[in-house]
Every structure is written in C-alpha cells, then in structure tokens.
C-alpha cells in the first residue's frame, strides 16, 4: 500500500531565507516528520517496537477491520496510544512483554493468526491448487531471489514487505516476458499467447491462494504446538486471549 499526502508547497511550511541556517532545517524536518506520521506506520515505543512488530497480523485480526488501509490505521493508532497512556502500563509489563516471549520462545511466524484459516478456506486451498500451481512453479526462482536477499540484507521486519514489493515489481515481468518471448520464438506465436493467457490466469489466483496457504500452515503449526508442548501452548494461549480480549474492551470501538 502506498499513500500520497496532500502536496505542500515549501514557502508554506517555512522561511526559505531561513534554510541555510540549522534552526531553520531543523524546523523544516520537524514540520515534514508531522505530515508524514499519519501517513506512514511509526511505532514510537522503541520499548515495544519488537514486540508489536510481531503481533501485528494479531492485532489487526482482532480489530475486526476489513480494508488494507483501515487495519493499518487502526494498527498505529493502537499501539502508540497504549504505549503512550499509563493507564497500559499493567497490560504492557503482564500481557504484551510476556506474549511476545512466549511467541519468540516457540519459534512460530510473526503474524501467527491460525483462526484466519477456517474449514471453508482450507477446502477451497486443495480445489485451486492445480489452476494456482503454473504460477507457483514459474515464478518460485523469483520467490527464492526475493526471500534470501531480505532475509540476509533487511533486518528491520517493517522494511521487508516494501523491499519484497520492490524487487517482484521489476524483477517478475521482465522474467516472465524473457520467457514468453523465448517460448514464442521457439514453439510459435500461439504457443507464446496461450503460455501467457494461462500464466497471466494462474497469477491472478494464485496471489490470494499464498495467502491462504499461509494461513493454512499456520493453523497446521498451530494443532501441531497444542500437542507437543500443551503446557507452553497454554501459557501463550491464555495470553494471547487477554490480549485480545484487551484491545476489544479497550478499542473495539474504533
């Protein structure tokens, strides 16, 4: 997602004859850093950043919020206002700290929501598998190309879905259309528009299956912990439960 403010002119916003001076910077950074706040996903707890970082996927859920941009609102909204008030102080200190220990202690993804995968989704998950896999099976060396360069250059996890985008936006067509070209000249230009046509098809399916597949291995890890570690299973879950319960008492209504 990628939100655009209201274009400002810099005569608005400062001195220009002022600039040149470190005050006068300082000023204009200051006055740019609050018009882009709203725009962005600023944790201002450095305290915390970590651990809501990685319950993200949690809290947006429970939010119960349906748009792309609505969770994300209510996701900063959320955890600069609890970090912010000391009436959260408790909750911090018992609930979050504790949770995202527990999380951290038996290694599960960081946006672990297994209630996203419900009966229905998993059915649908096997129906599509073959329209969804001459996507998955085309473009996986992007995938791999993606994923280890994240994974090994980016540590900072709010930074990795934009350097993920960056690179499937201008590495994914030109791979695929290098391809296509290659099978036109080589089998035909009908061959070459029907490998797009079903290429074109595949992806399009597939972008919303990955996500379901996620989730359905989430929920897999999920039944997979109840059973192995019960007792660390229940500590996180009675946890994960005031958690929730807590953001719906306390920002149900947003």
């Not at 504790?98 to 672990?112: G, N, S, T, V, W």
């Not at 059915?123 to 992007?142: D, E, G, K, Q, T």
């Not at 972008?207 to 660390?232: C, P, T, V, Y």
């Amino acid at each position: 997602m990628i939100r655009i403010g209201k274009p400002v002119a810099l005569q608005e916003l400062c001195d220009i004859h002022a600039l040149p001076s470190p005050k006068g910077q300082y000023e204009l950074t200051e006055k740019l850093r609050q018009l882009l706040l709203p725009l962005v996903t600023h944790i201002q707890s450095d305290d915390y950043r970590e651990a809501f970082t990685t319950l993200r996927g949690l809290i947006e859920f429970t939010s119960g919020k349906k748009t792309l941009l609505e969770r994300q609102e209510f996701f900063t909204y959320f955890v600069n206002d609890v970090a912010a008030r000391e009436q959260h102080s408790e909750f911090l200190s018992n609930v979050v700290s504790p949770l995202f220990e527990q999380h951290q202690k038996l290694k599960l993804q960081h946006d672990f929501v297994p209630e996203r995968s419900s009966v229905l989704r998993r059915c649908w998950l096997f129906i599509l598998l073959p329209l969804v896999s001459p996507a998955l099976v085309f473009f996986s060396p992007i995938y791999v190309c993606a994923e280890s360069l994240v994974s090994r250059f980016i540590q900072d996890r709010l930074f990795r879905n934009s350097i993920r985008a960056t690179l499937w936006i201008f590495l994914a067509p030109l791979y695929a259309l290098a391809c296509i070209a290659m099978m036109g000249m080589s089998f035909g230009l009908i061959a070459g528009a029907s490998a797009f046509s079903v290429l074109f098809l595949s992806s399009a399916i597939a972008r919303h299956w990955i996500h379901g597949a996620r989730d359905f291995r989430q929920w897999m890890r999920w039944g997979k912990l109840s059973s192995e570690n019960r007792e660390e299973w229940k500590s996180y879950n009675q946890l994960r439960i005031q958690f929730t319960d807590y953001i719906r008492v306390h920002y149900g209504k947003l």
